[in-house]
């Protein structure tokens, strides 16, 4: 997310603004619940920057 190259997950150029982290957080979240058919809220993610 540092080279200021908008970039869809899928590498392919973005039209549009770049989702913020905290969206693509809550969308990966939200996914991660509705296949384990557990509420959003016990789904914890920790992400570290080096």
Known sequence: MGDGAAR????EPV???QPS???VVE???QSMADELGVAPGSIKISIAFD
Do not use: S, T
């Not at 869809?8 to 590498?11: C, I, K, L, R, S």
């Open 8 to 11: 869809a997950e899928d590498d």
């Open 27 to 29: 969308r990966h979240r």
């Open 15 to 17: 039209g549009k603004v």
């Open 21 to 23: 982290l905290n969206q």
